[in-house]
């Protein structure tokens, strides 16, 4: 087996990344809640440099320096202005700026401002399926045709005028690509971080709902048989208490007896409790419950009840701790419901078969009234043994026992253990 790789300790970012990444969360926070605000300012940045231009610095590149000045201010605010809308509608904006690029190109004034279509293709490509770059760059690049068309190679040939634009519509739109790329990744990856976070809770609500349902089923165990026990008992002894004083103090003797055994038994759940509270692991949740070697005396509390029964069992009895319980909470369970509902002059058989493997074969039986049994929706009782033995793969069947024979029948069948 390859030894474990020991996991590097987590290094501690650069003071000037960690500063450079908090900036930027508040600067996206900050946009997120304002969009308007960053808008306006950077509009109102472009179109700033857009009437400087204007002012007579276009003139050193235009191919036609007497185009009028009012035109020229009028070009420089149609292809500016429209930034303001670059993310919310980019393919509107450019369609906006279109005209006035074509003014632009055939008047031969060669504004720098037609530039910013290019700002409009990175958000086109940032924000709308890709499948708008066609006609984008397309209409980025007529402009430049025009211009190809009316002054020919005054500003170079014509294959790098027209190269040097799609060049630089490439570029903004490769930009956009992978801003996008890279902010649907940590999107990703923040959505999957949510959702591992959920599931985690869940994952510990089910865990809490799941240790409820087994404290259920062992109270349940515990409490219901030692008090059916125990009613019995008094029953017993209240009748033999002005005929026979010393079965009444057999009788008291008992009810002390069981009494302590439930206490015992509820001492050690508790223990086991509050172990896994404190270490805040799972401790061995069935290590402290009863087990095959305390069959002997759940069956003579039974029969101090008032409930014969007999035992017949065969193999040897080698079964993990989780195994026995099992098969210790269902003969408790199938005697408990037999001296609540059975009756007077009621026995009862008990059938256990050790197999190979680790299998069980149970049968219990007795000779009471019979008929259907409660269904308790709760998750206890015979529900509660059904999801004990399901945890081994295993079945369990109760009912009454087919005529002509009286009384009530649970068996119990878990197969042989799956190798680890």
């Given at each position: 087996?390859?030894?474990?790789?020991?996991?590097?300790?987590?290094?501690?970012?650069?003071?000037?990344?960690?500063?450079?990444?908090?900036?930027?969360?508040?600067?996206?926070?900050?946009?997120?809640?304002?969009?308007?605000v960053?808008?306006?300012?950077?509009?109102?940045?472009w179109?700033?440099?857009?009437?400087?231009?204007?002012?007579?610095?276009?003139?050193?590149?235009a191919?036609?320096?007497?185009?009028?000045?009012?035109?020229?201010?009028?070009?420089?605010?149609?292809?500016?202005?429209?930034?303001?809308?670059?993310?919310?509608?980019?393919?509107?904006?450019?369609?906006?700026?279109?005209?006035?690029?074509?003014?632009?190109?055939?008047?031969?004034?060669a504004?720098?401002?037609?530039?910013?279509?290019?700002?409009?293709?990175?958000?086109?490509?940032?924000?709308?399926?890709?499948?708008?770059?066609?006609?984008?760059?397309?209409?980025?690049?007529?402009?430049?045709?025009?211009?190809?068309?009316?002054?020919?190679?005054?500003?170079?040939?014509?294959?790098?005028?027209?190269?040097?634009?799609?060049?630089s519509?490439?570029?903004?739109?490769?930009?956009?690509?992978?801003?996008?790329?890279?902010?649907?990744?940590?999107?990703?990856?923040?959505?999957?971080a949510?959702?591992?976070?959920?599931?985690?809770?869940?994952?510990?609500?089910?865990?809490?709902?799941?240790?409820?349902a087994?404290?259920?089923?062992?109270?349940?165990?515990?409490?219901?048989?030692?008090?059916?026990?125990?009613?019995?008992?008094?029953?017993?002894?209240?009748?033999?208490?002005?005929?026979?004083?010393?079965?009444?103090?057999?009788?008291?003797?008992?009810?002390?007896?069981?009494?302590?055994?439930?206490?015992?038994?509820?001492?050690?759940?508790?223990?086991?409790?509050?172990?896994?509270?404190?270490?805040?692991?799972?401790?061995?949740?069935?290590?402290?419950?009863?087990?095959?070697?305390?069959?002997?005396?759940?069956?003579?509390?039974?029969?101090?009840?008032?409930?014969?029964?007999?035992?017949?069992?065969?193999?040897?009895?080698?079964?993990?701790?989780?195994?026995?319980?099992?098969?210790?909470?269902?003969?408790?369970?199938?005697?408990?419901?037999?001296?609540?509902?059975?009756?007077?002059?009621?026995?009862?058989?008990?059938?256990?078969?050790?197999?190979?493997?680790?299998?069980?074969?149970?049968?219990?039986?007795?000779?009471?009234?019979?008929?259907?049994?409660?269904a308790?929706?709760?998750?206890?009782?015979?529900?509660?043994?059904?999801?004990?033995?399901?945890?081994?793969?295993?079945?369990?069947?109760?009912?009454?026992?087919?005529?002509?024979?009286?009384?009530?029948?649970?068996?119990?069948?878990?197969?042989?253990?799956?190798?680890?």
């Amino acid at each position: 087996m390859d030894p474990v790789k020991p996991v590097p300790e987590d290094r501690a970012a650069e003071p000037l990344t960690e500063y450079v990444q908090r900036v930027s969360r508040r600067v996206r926070a900050f946009d997120r809640r304002r969009p308007l605000v960053w808008d306006l300012h950077l509009t109102g940045l472009w179109v700033l440099a857009a009437l400087i231009d204007a002012s007579g610095g276009w003139r050193n590149v235009a191919h036609d320096p007497d185009v009028p000045v009012g035109l020229v201010l009028a070009l420089s605010l149609a292809l500016s202005v429209p930034l303001l809308w670059r993310r919310s509608h980019p393919q509107v904006a450019l369609l906006v700026t279109l005209p006035a690029a074509l003014v632009n190109a055939w008047s031969g004034a060669a504004l720098q401002a037609a530039l910013l279509q290019l700002l409009l293709v990175h958000h086109i490509a940032l924000r709308l399926p890709l499948r708008n770059l066609w006609w984008a760059v397309l209409l980025v690049t007529i402009p430049t045709c025009v211009t190809v068309a009316r002054y020919g190679d005054s500003a170079g040939s014509w294959n790098q005028q027209v190269g040097s634009q799609i060049l630089s519509v490439g570029v903004a739109a490769l930009i956009g690509i992978t801003v996008r790329t890279r902010r649907d990744y940590t999107e990703a990856l923040e959505d999957r971080a949510r959702r591992l976070e959920t599931e985690r809770d869940q994952q510990g609500r089910l865990a809490a709902a799941a240790e409820r349902a087994r404290i259920a089923r062992e109270m349940h165990d515990i409490i219901g048989h030692n008090l059916s026990v125990i009613t019995g008992l008094a029953d017993g002894g209240r009748y033999a208490a002005t005929r026979s004083p010393e079965r009444a103090t057999q009788a008291l003797d008992a009810i002390a007896t069981t009494s302590r055994q439930a206490l015992g038994e509820l001492r050690r759940l508790l223990d086991v409790l509050r172990e896994e509270e404190r270490h805040g692991t799972q401790a061995a949740e069935l290590a402290p419950q009863p087990s095959l070697t305390d069959l002997d005396q759940l069956l003579d509390g039974v029969r101090r009840a008032g409930l014969p029964v007999r035992t017949t069992v065969q193999g040897r009895a080698a079964l993990p701790e989780g195994r026995q319980l099992t098969v210790y909470r269902v003969i408790q369970e199938a005697l408990t419901n037999t001296l609540k509902h059975a009756g007077p002059d009621a026995t009862a058989h008990i059938d256990l078969s050790y197999e190979t493997g680790g299998a069980v074969a149970l049968t219990i039986t007795d000779t009471g009234h019979g008929g259907p049994a409660p269904a308790p929706s709760d998750g206890r009782g015979l529900p509660g043994m059904r999801e004990r033995t399901s945890l081994y793969g295993g079945t369990l069947e109760a009912g009454p026992r087919p005529r002509p024979e009286r009384g009530w029948r649970v068996h119990l069948h878990l197969p042989e253990e799956s190798p680890q």
